[in-house]
């Protein structure tokens, strides 16, 4: 399996690996045509449990899941908070890239092109994400658009507010992106 379908399969399993993160598991996976070998690493990361000849089935082979969510976030809000978690700590602005593929500066996109601009930004959503992501903002004369001003209007928010040069005396609430250190292991006094 190449470098770069590994790290698709990983990011399908919910696993968000870097380029150094894949280049550091093809030192010690990898083949020298530059493959990786998969099902080591799958074995040794004990994400999937690879059973062969299991007493309790008459299949050869059999994947057990574990720890995988393909799902996603199923509420639009919890999947809204998601995307502005990683675009805040990545410090990505979202506008520019949507208006690259709106030429003419209608304010939508085509389903696709919205996925595209996403994930080059490396904002990795899972298959029903989008979908929900594009039925949310959907435009209402044609399902096949994506009112990507309304969506970029919402992540917006974590960074600025729209009337500040008409109220500059306001105090503007700040969004904390949550940390990736585990809470359990903050040194107490």
Request: charged share 30%.
């Amino acid at each position: 399996m190449s470098q770069k379908q590994f790290r698709q399969v990983l990011v399908l399993l919910g696993y968000n690996l870097s380029d150094e993160q894949v280049r550091t598991v093809a030192t010690e996976y990898g083949e020298s045509n530059g493959e990786i070998r998969y099902n080591e690493f799958l074995k040794d990361a004990n994400c999937l449990e690879y059973i062969i000849n299991g007493p309790t089935t008459e299949l050869k082979s059999t994947y057990v899941k574990k720890w995988t969510d393909f799902d996603g976030a199923k509420e639009h809000g919890e999947l809204m908070k998601k995307i502005m978690n990683q675009c805040k700590k990545d410090r990505v602005r979202l506008l520019e890239f949507f208006q690259d593929h709106d030429i003419l500066r209608k304010g939508y996109v085509p389903r696709q092109k919205f996925r595209n601009v996403l994930h080059i930004q490396k904002i990795m959503l899972t298959i029903p994400e989008y979908e929900n992501l594009e039925k949310f903002f959907q435009v209402p004369n044609d399902p096949t658009l994506v009112n990507y001003v309304s969506f970029n209007n919402e992540i917006e928010d974590i960074f600025t507010e729209k009337d500040l040069e008409k109220n500059p005396t306001k105090t503007l609430k700040s969004f904390n992106a949550p940390s990736i250190l585990d809470p359990k292991d903050v040194l107490n006094d």
